[in-house]
């Protein structure tokens, strides 16, 4: 049996769905059951809170190895490392943890740095482990869809600054890999797409798959914690949002990494084809 923490992301379905593609039994912890409305069949879906140990007790009973995804949050060393504590406890044979690339326990940097704390309390917690740190998704493009289909245009503060891009769906099949084969504990996976883009690159690419000219627009970091906040978004992760631009625009994302072909034996997804197959929702549709 696998457990599937964050089981209603993106990444989480996909992986579970690739889990019983592969004829894995699988159960999906879930925060939230009305949000698991599109259940996949022959799961088996159970109500947890990384935030209630009885209820993470409750979901690792019977269970040989672990998912563990959560949005990001101030509490997630403390989260993550009491699951890494009970999972200890249940004789996990593995735990896969969902990292950043920029993960690092003394990163000025907060979502770094809580990520970065949460990989050392997995790893020194005694499970079998293997960490993946993925670059920035494809999937945030679709965020500026809206104004991608009004105003030809992406802003973020990201400068000139490059990136693997990666194609989430790519995580979700490491992910069910490295859950399902051998030799992957102990690792830690620097995930990315197969090459290095700036955000100007990405709009050039967008504007080949959708026949129209997309720029892309650079803001302020004031301007950008702005925009976030006015859509909703709490100022502790605005700032955590602002901070990744900042880095990505200091150089410091500029990385392709062979992980994702060495572990499923093809090349990941690339932009262009992410652009061309969301053409329509780039549209606004």
Not at 258 to 275: W, Y
Request: hydrophobic fraction near 45%.
């Amino acid at each position: 049996m696998i457990l599937v923490v964050g089981a209603t992301g993106g990444i989480g379905k996909d992986v579970v769905s690739g889990l019983r593609a592969k004829g894995q039994q699988v159960r999906a912890m879930v925060h939230n059951p009305d949000k698991a409305l599109s259940r996949e069949p022959g799961v088996e879906y159970v109500t947890g809170d990384l935030e209630k140990p009885d209820s993470v007790i409750a979901a690792l009973q019977g269970v040989e190895k672990a998912f563990l995804l959560s949005p990001e949050d101030p509490r997630m060393p403390e989260l993550h490392g009491k699951f890494a504590a009970a999972a200890k406890e249940a004789s996990l044979r593995h735990l896969v943890r969902l990292s950043i690339l920029p993960a690092n326990p003394e990163a000025p940097l907060p979502l770094a740095m809580w990520h970065g704390e949460a990989d050392r309390l997995v790893m020194d917690s005694g499970v079998p482990f293997t960490i993946l740190r993925p670059a920035y998704f494809m999937q945030n493009f679709l965020r500026s869809a809206g104004t991608i289909a009004s105003e030809g245009a992406i802003y973020g503060a990201m400068g000139d600054g490059k990136v693997g891009h990666i194609d989430t769906r790519d995580i979700a099949e490491v992910a069910v890999t490295v859950l399902t084969s051998e030799g992957h504990e102990g690792q830690i996976y620097p995930l990315t797409g197969p090459e290095s883009l700036s955000m100007v690159e990405v709009a050039a690419r967008l504007s080949i798959a959708l026949g129209k000219t997309v720029k892309y627009v650079n803001m302020s970091a004031d301007d950008a914690k702005s925009g976030m906040m006015a859509m909703g978004m709490p100022d502790w992760r605005a700032d955590a949002w602002v901070g990744l631009g900042g880095m990505i625009a200091m150089g410091k994302a500029d990385m392709a990494t062979p992980a994702v072909k060495n572990i499923l034996g093809r090349e990941p997804h690339n932009v262009d084809l992410f652009a061309a197959e969301n053409a329509q929702a780039f549209r606004g549709a």
